[in-house]
């Protein structure tokens, strides 16, 4: 069964071995005759793709010990992959969630790399600038383009690095693999949420 | 004489005991009739002003060892107002520079508070909360507005946290003493960049 997780700006849809990234609008064209199991964080979509007959939500599935009310279904799906972990999903957002016995501790949000770079634009033409991803963090920039690269890269290290403990460090989403490099002892896996819906889907009969 | 620090988005007028924060439309009509010496970061506004009989740019004076060509010329007025300290400018953007025995070392730019929250908004409407400055740092958010709130300031101290030298952390900006509130040793100073400016115009004959 094809299983898809619908983002704000992307859907996510894995066939048991490969991951394919779409846009909403491919993944409708091309997907809405098949039968699909979804979760969905996207109230605009949400709304079109409730009458697709073959399209199933399992949001309902998704139970995690902890979770607060208004906790999006995908950090959901991302907390019940692993029994113990702090999971970051770098899409859209950076999503940052802490996991210790199957329990959720808590999180918080950042903006998205690209959310990051737009709100710089905002600011000022000068900030204007395309992330120097190679920027070096080992001394304090120079330029005006590795002062944003580095404020970027830079404040979402430590704020990871300060709530480093002995729970292991999980990577996902587009920029999931590029961060994960910053972390010598974290794991990349682009099929976390997946691994999540799949351990819903078995423990509940839904 | 006054000065101004004429920024992106306000102009910060000093008169020697208090300064004003205006518009860029307020200060013009305030106070063209004037003598006024100047630094803009703003190029839309600079070329407005340059026009004003009584107005005099005085970015030509500015001169910090150790500058890098296209750094923003407030910077450089913050830099200049102590020989040696971690500078950080909560305004539009949060720019963070330090400077040892009177030679720049580097910087880096974060968003400002607003363009953090703005930024957040443009991801999804699930998002676009009010910032909490009371969130708790010592344990994790459980409550969307709380994990924003949460994910700009822990981001913001923890960056700050991991440049922690034994140079003196100055504060300046909109958000700057609130800021400091979060750091212990912290000194806020709205002057820091007519400190600054006030220095270039005593040690060069401009």
């Known amino acids: 069964m094809l299983l898809a997780d619908i983002g ?9 071995k490969n991951v394919l990234h779409l846009s909403h609008e491919e993944a409708i064209a091309g997907y809405h005759t098949v039968p699909l199991l979804y979760i969905c964080v996207n109230q605009a ?9 073959l399209w199933e939500d399992i949001s309902c599935c998704l139970s995690l010990k902890g979770e607060y009310a ?16 702090i999971f970051v999903d770098a899409g859209s957002a950076i999503t940052v969630d ?22 710089y634009k905002t600011i000022s033409p000068a900030l204007d600038i395309e992330l120097n991803r190679e920027c070096s963090l080992s001394s304090l920039p120079l330029t005006t383009k590795d002062s944003v690269s580095y404020g970027i890269i830079a404040s979402i290290k430590a704020v ?38 799949q351990k819903a889907l078995k423990d509940k009969s839904c």
């Open 8 to 16: 704000n700006t992307r859907v996510h849809i894995f066939d048991g």
């Open 70 to 85: 208004t906790m999006g279904v995908d950090r959901k799906a991302l907390c019940l992959s692993h029994t113990n972990g």
């Open 98 to 119: 802490i996991v210790k016995d199957g329990v959720y501790q808590g999180g918080f949000i950042l903006p998205g790399i690209k959310a990051y770079l737009e709100s």
């Open 160 to 197: 990871l690095d300060s709530h480093k403990t002995d729970l292991p460090l999980y990577f996902t989403g587009g920029d999931g693999e590029w961060l994960s490099s910053l972390f010598p002892d974290s794991k990349f896996d682009e099929l976390l949420v997946f691994k999540g819906m």
């Open 45 to 53: 979509v949400k709304s079109h793709i409730e009458y697709l007959a």
